[in-house]
């Protein structure tokens, strides 16, 4: 029982590059989140699904694009990635929205 | 925009001592939780209070919430330098996702 998993752990890109985030839980929730973490600023929302097969935008959703490919997997895409996304993505996971979430360790991603 | 706010942003203690950190938020919730990330890792769930329970314990941990002034305060008693960690609230407004603060850095020195 792996919980929620997070590929890549590190990441560097050249600004302008593509890049998806993958995350998935064994854990069977119907609701799953990205987050980004920067130095002062806490936990933002980026997108979010509630459940399989629908999806909506958090409080920082501009330049992300999500696609919930499952019940088990939620995917991150940066399509054009700046330096101002240079961030930690954390993917968590819960029963339903309101209950307590589940993290994945996070991606460390720099945009150079 | 954030609801929860944590209070103090840093807190430096020594082993034994008891650490007491504040959460404020603004609108009427349906739960609060509390939350620990120690350095470079995900968050882990610590304890859930529900808007119609006013304390509840985990081990070391004692959680109040005060529906009357928005306001919640996590204690963890005899801390441990295994302790060390940020540590957040986060709210159910019952109308989107949860709603995390920007954390309290707590330090326990050996």
């Known amino acids: 029982n792996a919980g929620v998993t997070q590929t890549p752990k590190f990441q560097v890109l050249k600004t302008g590059q593509s890049m998806t985030l993958q995350c998935a839980q064994d854990m069977n929730h119907n609701s799953m989140y990205w987050y980004r973490q920067d130095p002062g600023m806490g936990l933002r929302l980026i997108y979010y699904?509630?459940?399989?097969?629908?999806?909506d935008k958090g409080e920082v959703p501009n330049g992300y694009n999500v696609s919930r490919l499952n019940k088990r997997e939620f995917s991150l895409r940066l399509e054009s990635a700046a330096p101002s996304q240079t961030s930690v993505y954390f993917c968590?996971?819960?029963?339903?929205?309101?209950?307590?979430?589940?993290f994945g360790p996070g991606t460390r991603l720099t945009v150079t | 925009s954030q609801q929860g706010e944590e209070d103090p942003q840093a807190l430096s203690i020594q082993e034994g001592e008891n650490a007491t950190m504040n959460c404020s938020y603004k609108t009427s919730i349906n739960n609060l939780q509390w939350y620990r990330q120690n350095s470079g890792r995900g968050l882990v769930h610590l304890i859930l209070?529900?808007?119609?329970?006013r304390e509840k314990h985990s081990g070391r941990l004692r959680v109040t919430l005060d529906t009357s002034k928005k306001s919640s305060s996590l204690l963890i008693t005899a801390s441990r330098a295994a302790d060390t960690a940020s540590y957040f609230c986060a709210t159910d407004g019952g109308y989107s996702t949860l709603t995390f603060g920007k954390g309290t850095m707590l330090l326990v020195s050996p």
């Open positions: 699904s509630a459940s399989e097969g629908t999806t």
């Open positions: 968590a996971s819960s029963n339903y929205r309101g209950d307590e979430q589940y």
């Open positions: 209070i529900r808007s119609n329970e």
